[in-house]
Every structure is written in C-alpha cells, then in structure tokens.
C-alpha cells in the first residue's frame, strides 16, 4: 500500500500534535476511571487518525494489470477480406480464427472488447464477422478508438487487417501503441489490373486529350492483356498489348476527343480471366468536364505584318478562342501612336490607347500575345501590368517575331523577365537536341519533350507528330532567342547551317501563369506551301492558344478533392477575387450540389481565411457517377462570380486496388505508434508483449483503499463506540 498524497513531514507532525492535544483537552478533566479515560481517549485518537490517513489517499498498488484495462481488438470486415488468398480460404475466415485465438488469452490480464471496422466502428462477434463494408479508412477507426475510450485506461490496440486502406492513413495523436496482425498474401495474386488512370489537361472544345492508362498482369506470364476503352459507356478503341515480363507494367496512351458539351467519362478495362482471383480491379474510369467558357486572346502587334492575317484567321474560326486584335499602324500628324482595332464594341474602347490601361480591363483577358513588340511601346508601367498578369492572375503570354528579341525590343523591359530564354545568351542548350532536324536551315525539329506535348501534337502517336513536322516548309528565318532559363522546356529547334540547332519554341511557368517564346518567322509558310487540306498551321497555332490560356482561373474558383468514393467527405476549397483579381473580402458564399440522380443539396461554406477571400463546404457522395458542383459568390447585391467544379464518385474500385495484402502500411501504423508488427509465430507472445510495453514509472494497476464501505463503516463504528461509553459512563 501507497500514499497517493502524502503530506509533508511538518504538516503529518503539526496533525499528529493536534489530536493529541484535542484528544487531551477532551478527557483530562472528565471525573471517570484512568482505564475509561484511556478507552475514549484511543477511540477519538484512532477517529482522527484514520481521517488524517484517509485524506492523504492510500492505494494498493498491483503488479498485475488494472481491471478495466481494456484492449480494443479490431477486425477489418471490409470487402477486400473476401480475397482467398489466406491459405486457400478468405481472408475473413483467418481473422475471425486469429480474433477465437487472441481473445481468450488477452483476457486473462485486461478486457476485451471487440469491433468491427471498415468505413465505421461497431462492435463485433468475431465468429459472425462478414466481409461486407464497402472501403477501408483505417485513419477514421483508429480515431473513433480514440473517442470511444476517451478518458479510459488502454493498455494497446490490436489490428487485424489486410492493410487495404482507402483513406489517408494518418495515426491519430494519443493513440496508444497498436499492433498490427497482417492476414492474406503479401505476394502477387493471380490477377488484372488497371493500375491508374490519367486524363491529360481540361481541354476546351474540340480538343484531343491524352488518355493514359497503365495495367498490369500478374500470374499469367507474358500473356497479352486487351485493353478496351469505352467513352461513356460506347465502345471507342481496343488494344492488345504484351507486357515485358510477369507483373511489369504497361502503359498506353489513348488520344479521345471529348465532346466538349457535356461531362464525358472515360472507361478503360480488360476483361475478366475465368480464374482471375479479383476481377472488381479491371476497370477504372475518369471524367472529362465540360468545356469551359471561350478562352479571351489579347493580340498586341508592334508593326503590320504578314503573319497577322494568317493568325487571326486561325483564332477567329476557333470556337473555343474570342480573339480581341490591335495592331500600331504607326503616328499621326502630333506624332502619337495610332492602331487599327478589331475587338468587340464593349472592349474596343479600352484598347484605344492600343494597350489596356488598368489591371481590370487587362485581367478580362487569359493569354496576351505580343507580336514584334518594342521597347518604346512597352515602358515600365505596361510591362509591370503585364507582369503582374502573368505571376499574380495566371495568365499566358506568347512573345513572336523577330523584333521582340532583337536590340529594340522588350530586352531590358519587365516583360524580358517573363521570357522563358535570356536574351543575348548561348544558343541551344546540349539537352534541346532533336533526333533530327534533317540538316536544313530553318526546319522545325522536336525535341523529347516536344514529341509528346499538346502544343505540337500533329499525329496519335509521337512519330507521326514527328513525321509530319519533319514535312514541314522551312521558316524564313529564326530570330536568335539565346539561353533558355533554369526549369524551362525546349519543345523545338531550328536546324542551321554550321551553326547548330537553336531553340525555336522555349515555354516554362511563371507564377501563376506560364510564358511562351517562339522565334519563327513567316509561319504562314506552312499554310501556302501546303496543300489545302493540310491544317499543320491552324493547328499549332490554336493548340499554342488554347494551352496558354486553358490554366487561366476565374474570379471564383472552386476545387473539389476526395470524395472518389461514395460516402467518403468530399472537400470543396473556394478562392473569391474580383475582377481586378484581389481577394473579394466581404463576399458570400453558396455551394450547391447535384447527384447522379437530380437531388440537389446546399452546402453551409465555412470562411477559412477572410484576408484571402477563402471558404470550404465538405459533402458525402452517397452516390456512385457525376457530381456536379456549383458556387455562387456575391458581394451585397453584386455577384461576383459563379464556378462549377464536376466529381467523378466510384470511378475506380480502391478497396480491391492492388489486392496484395499491404504489410507495408500495418508496419508503419504499429512503427508510429509505438507498437509492433506480430506474425503468426509471435502471436502467443502478444499479452506479453503488451504488459512488457507498459511504462516502468507508473504503477500498473492501484486500488483506492479509502474510497469504499469499509472505511465508511469503521469511522461510523468507531464514533458510534465512542457516544454508547460516554453515554453509559455519564457523559455527555
């Protein structure tokens, strides 16, 4: 037995020195007999000193556990426990027969409560364990653990799972150690898959995408695998590939054309094998949004040229381009710059100047193009607009011609920053090479990242963008654009000869934007020595547009993230700014979403950060295909902006997604907790193991000795004892 509150040596004499003397005062002056005296006398001393003892706590201190220690023992019931692979038979059947094991001899020293998990926590008969729950989210029930014992004494956590876990796998703080009992196969299984699923950029409309899909093959050799990809539920390409090796994956790039209109899903799958051990992992989905609004083009030229024409036919006939075009014809009579303008009648007058003036009218447009700009047009006030256009907005901006990179031009101007080259550096980097740009001065060769980027892209696959690049008339001429900065790409170069291949397309991201320099001349070329129906140059020249401006955000931007499974939360993170682009603080905001089947329901948006302008609305998918969501911010009477965001739930199955089962992740939950991994030879060795874990310095079970009827009942007893005597002794 132990003090849990001892006193201080003074404070236990000061006390002891008290009932004596009260003990003393009492009786020293009553007229009864020494022996009776003595007898009250120790029935009021012994009284006191048990209140004193009492008041300092004693406990008994055990070597063994606590009773009510108790030890949560979790069952994973989610469905990817079905897989036979535990010994031939399903992975549940072994849990349950580890939990019959474990159960019995953990109660011997603590309590046993048992549950079951897989997108909740319930408890659980272990023998009457199915593998039923759609998803595992090993994070939320180790959480729940937390809140459900809140307050009470655990002295471990015991796991038993496949370590399939469809959540973010986070250990909660306070968690006590956990350990983790792995069931199922670590090894391959007799199984196809469709690894993962890419949809390259949101494309505007009519644009071609790349779809890339990666499978894999495991336990069928060097099998060819058919891949069959569906565009919303309709055939649209198949494929037989044969992959390298047993288990090695392949990847194979789709080109599709999304409609544009509407949202378009894209299915890949590959049909089940009779013997295939998970067939439920052989399709993966994507969604395609609709196209967004027409991208807004600003074209800024320096001087008339023959390009212009050609250009602005191109951007015009593209319906997912509104082109606004000022050119400087040159200076009147009092020697001011006049421009010839060709913009819708709301916008045309504020490009009178032939530049916007402030950061709203600049900011309506996504990409600015400069054409032959110099120095003189572009001071330091313009270049800083469209500095901050680029970096703070996230608009694009394409530089071309000849007198933009030559002395004169925007070298030494704000807008020089921007570019993705230095100017007046060394040519061409080692790096920017092309396989060939068949020795003829001025003709486009690609480099490796050009072959495969949307820019470029001619053919459905990169050798024949190659090939058709390669038939290409030669430019006129290649301005000289110099060294490409740190982080920037060379998609093209130029040959020449005896002087190498020089950088021809250099693009690279700038803040928030990206930037594009381009140093051909006389693409129209590629137009008139062409036949008619080749559209080599509407082409390149709309895809350059619509990939500058296509990552170019709205006032009101919303992104949507998890929520890939039904049930599991969705996060929609809002950004309100105004048209100017500053954070729209004192704006409201509504968030709306519509399922698969029509309901529609309102979301209560929390403000996160009121200087940023930012807020977030979280939802449960509770069904499987498109959701549609849709902010709406206001400011007073005003409304500042609508965004639509669209969510794919159930697109791929992520229970059954690589169905090996995961020691990997039971390892670093036990590891991060404090815990361990046990496999079946040290199963036995578990009790053990846990009362070993138990913090040395603290007691491992106490007992309040004073808390209880016992103590109750002889302070009752003794002063009843103590009024019968003097009663009967005749005193009051």
Known sequence: MTLAEPWPWWALLAALAGVAFLTWREYSRARISRHQRATLAALRAVTLLLLILFLMRPVAVSDGAPRGTVVPLLVDVSRSMRIADAGGRPRIQRAREVAARLAPALGREFTVETLGFGETLDPLDPQRAEAAAPRTDLSAALSAVADRYRGRALAGVV???????????????????????????????????????????????GSIVDLTATVVSHGFDRSPIEIRVLENGRPFAARRVQPAADGAPVQEVFQVPPPGESATIYTVEIPAAPDELVPENNARSVLVPPAGRRRRLLLVEGAPGFEHSFLKRAWTADPGLELDAVVRKGQNERGEDTFYIQASTDRAPSLASGFPVDRKTLFAYDAIVLANAGAGFFGRERGDLVEAFVGERGGGLLVLGARSFAPGGIGGTAIEDLLPVVLGGAAARRDATPASTGGSPNRVGLTADGRRHPILRLGTTPEETEKRWAAAPALASVATLGTPRPGARVLAVAGGSGSGARPLLVLQRFGEGRTVAFGGEATWRWRMMRPTEDRLY?????????????????????????????????????????????????????????????????????????????????????ETGVHV????????????????????????????????????????????????????????????????????????????????????????????????????WGLR
Do not use: C
């Not at 009992?181 to 199984?191: A, E, F, K, M, N």
């Open 629 to 728: 969501v849709t902010v709406e911010a206001t400011r007073g009477a005003e409304r500042v902006g609508i965004a639509t965001r669209h969510l794919l739930t159930g697109g791929a199955d992520l229970e059954m997604a690589d169905p090996r089962a995961n020691d990997a992740v039971l390892a670093r939950l036990a590891g991060e907790s404090g815990g361990a991994l046990v496999r079946d030879a040290d199963m036995d060795r578990l009790p053990g193991m846990m009362a070993a874990a138990a913090d040395p310095t603290s007691p491992r079970a106490t007992r309040e000795r004073w808390h209880g009827p016992v103590p109750i009942l002889l302070i009752i007893g003794l002063l009843s004892s103590e009024w019968i005597l003097r009663r009967r």
């Open 159 to 205: 796991v038993i799972s496949d370590g399939a876990d469809t959540g973010d796998g986070a250990v909660p703080a306070g968690i006590p150690p956990i350990y983790t009992i792995p069931v199922g196969s670590p090894q391959p299984l007799r199984d196809r898959e469709v690894a993962a699923l890419a949809i390259g950029d949101a494309p505007l409309s």
């Open 538 to 622: 509407e082409t390149f020249w709309r895809q350059t547009a619509r990939w500058l401006a296509a990552s170019s955000p709205d006032p009101v931007m919303a992104a949507v993230t998890r929520g890939s499974a039904p049930r599991e939360t969705a996060v929609v993170d809002v950004t309100v700014r105004d048209a100017a682009f500053v954070p729209a603080r004192g704006a409201s905001v509504s968030v709306r979403v519509r399922g698969p089947g029509g309901r529609v329901e309102e979301l209560a948006a929390e403000p996160v950060d009121a200087a940023a302008a930012t807020w977030r609305a979280r939802f449960k998918p509770s």
